[in-house]
């Protein structure tokens, strides 16, 4: 499958020196605090995987599902909740864990949503994020990487259902889309 890209933006070696960077920084952010990683269904899985792994201490883990994109290649602003949380998350510090930021609508309105379910707080951390997402007021605290406008795939980014499972982050060659 590793054919089918044409460039790959992002290493897994990349990647993964990454992440330890950032869960350095979550485990200070967070160290004695009730913290719930919440990771949004299916892209964030690997980010989930890795970063989870990558914290010096025991973290409950949660998932919300959402659909905001179909096969396509672009956003569709609509937001829909697949899978809720099984966790009440009143008075715990919630921690999003994304794969990706693009116009941003999506993670807005998650974060929107836990917010009003009286958490301690709501945090981001994005294993990526695109241009747009700057011209939007979403606050994301840890950002992996700033990646150009260009659609990605790649380490739980798919395409179609499809290349979920690459360990780095690329675009696709033109003959994937036609
Ligand atoms: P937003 O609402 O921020 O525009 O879009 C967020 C969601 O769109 C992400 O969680 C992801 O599922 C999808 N998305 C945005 N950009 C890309 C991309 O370059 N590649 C893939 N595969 N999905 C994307």
Partial sequence: MGADLERVLITEDEIHAKLAELAEEIAAEYAGKDVLLVGVLKGAVMVMADLMRALPMTVPVDWMAVSSYGSGTKSSGVVRILKDLDADISGKHVLIVEDIVDSGLTLSWIRANLESRNPASVEIVTLLRK????KVEVDVRWV?????????????LDYAEQY???????TLAPHVYS
């Avoid at 241009?131 to 700057?134: F, K, R």
């Avoid at 992996?144 to 739980?156: L, R």
């Avoid at 499972?165 to 690329?170: D, I, M, T």
């Fill in 164 to 170: 979920r499972g690459l360990r780095q982050v690329g």
């Fill in 131 to 134: 241009p747009e997402a700057a």
């Fill in 144 to 156: 992996g990487f700033d990646i150009p406008n260009e659609f990605v795939v790649g380490y739980g």
